[in-house]
Each structure stands twice: as C-alpha cells, then as structure tokens.
C-alpha cells in the first residue's frame, strides 16, 4: 500500500513538473509568435494587404493554439484533479465566453458533505472540463439563450453537474445527430458517468452528468451508476 501512495506521489510530481516547463517553453513561445505577427502589421500599414491577411490568420492560429496549450497545461498540473478547480475553470470558461453576449451567465457549487472528498482520478479534470465546454459552445451558439445555469451539487452518493438554458431547445432529431453531443457522450463513458440531455423545442436544455462516489467520499473508478 505504501509503495503505491509512494508511486503515486512521484508521478504527481513528474505532471506538475511537465506542467511547468510546459507552460514556460510552449506558453512563452506562443505568445511571442502573436506579439511579433502584430509588430510586422503595424509596421507594414497599408503597403501589404496580402501580407497582413497572412499575418491575421498566422496570429489567429497562435492564439488558437495557446488556449488549447492552456487547457492541456490546466489537465496535466495533479493539483486540478480537484472537482472544485474543475468547477472554477468552467465558471471562468463561461464568464469569459458569454461576456458582451446578452447571455447572463450563473454558476454555483454545492456540497451537502464536508468529509467528502473532491479529488478525482488522473484524467477526470480534463474530460469533465471539454464535456462542459462543448455545451457551453453549444449554448452560445444554437440556443438563443438569455440565461445559462450551471450547478455542481457533491453528495455523499455522487456528484452531480448540471448546465442548463432557457433558449429555443431543439428537435430530437437534431440533437442526435448534432457531433459535440456525441463527443460528450464518448467523454463521459470514459469516466463511467451517466449523462442525460434533455431538450425541448422552444423550452430550453439541460444537460446532467452525474458520478457515483464510494462510502469512504473517494471518487471509485470502477463504480457505475444504475
């Protein structure tokens, strides 16, 4: 037992440690392209429309890429394998991207027991993240909207989160076949987590994942929802 608490230590220092290099080499560098691609604008004016269309997309790509960077540093770093770290990079997620957008943006955490544990498996952090991310993109962009919810409820039982709107909802139909559900749908049986989507034509979505825990308040990775 000691030698896998041991085991476990060490590998959480190797991310942390990749966490860091990775952010200061690739983080760094990335920023450096978006910074240079903007001076070469401004220094061309209006001599080299061409060259300056070149030059957008190339600072495009970079600040692509960069958030992608971010995201992948934030999953890797063991100290986010934390149910609440996971809530508050939604919560800043979604703070950001709704902003200036005539969508009111509301979140909230609740948990019913104090001895329960917050802490998830390696690789947990990450899947919930993109699930969450996908319906809040999926929300900005089909669900006319004015409101989005999301809820972290941690019980004893099980965990739950929960996004909802008050936009158009959509048809079944559409809602099978739209990819990002699928993705979703992909990420959560990877963590074992039941997911439930509900939408209904002109009354809004919700969507609800929700994650056993064991008596001990750890998060059981071989535990399934019935």
């Known amino acids: 037992m000691n030698e896998k608490v041991e085991l476990s230590k060490e590998i959480d220092k190797v991310r942390e440690k990749v966490a860091q290099d990775f952010h200061d080499e690739m983080g760094n560098n990335l920023a450096s392209i978006s910074v240079l691609s903007q001076l ?20 495009i790509a970079s600040k692509n890429l960069f958030s992608g960077t971010r995201d992948f540093i934030w999953a890797i770093d063991p ?15 979604g703070e ?8 009111n943006f509301y979140a909230s955490f609740e948990q019913t027991n104090d001895d329960v544990s917050l802490k998830l498996p390696s690789g947990w952090s990450r899947q919930l993240v993109l699930i969450f991310k996908e ?8 669900s006319e909207a ?5 809820l972290f409820v941690v019980s004893a039982e099980d965990f739950l989160i929960e996004v909802s709107d008050n936009g158009r909802g959509f048809p079944e139909e559409q809602l099978n076949s739209l990819r990002g559900i699928k993705n979703m749908r992909d990420r959560s049986s990877k963590i074992k987590a039941k997911l439930a989507i509900e939408s209904t034509f002109q009354q ?23």
Request: hydrophobic share 40%; glycine share 6%; proline share 0%.
């Open 146 to 150: 004015d409101a989005v919810n999301m």
């Open 135 to 142: 319906a809040f993109t999926n929300a900005l962009k089909y």
């Open 96 to 103: 950001e991207l709704f902003d200036n957008t005539g969508i």
């Open 79 to 93: 100290k986010n394998d934390n149910l609440r770290e996971v809530y508050y990079n939604l919560k800043d997620f």
């Open 204 to 226: 809004g979505s919700r969507i609800r994942l929700r994650r056993k825990i064991t008596q001990k308040g750890l998060i059981d990775i071989e535990a399934n929802l019935k």
């Open 40 to 59: 070469i604008q401004n220094k061309l004016g209006s001599a080299g429309q061409e060259v300056e269309a070149l030059l957008n997309k190339i600072d």
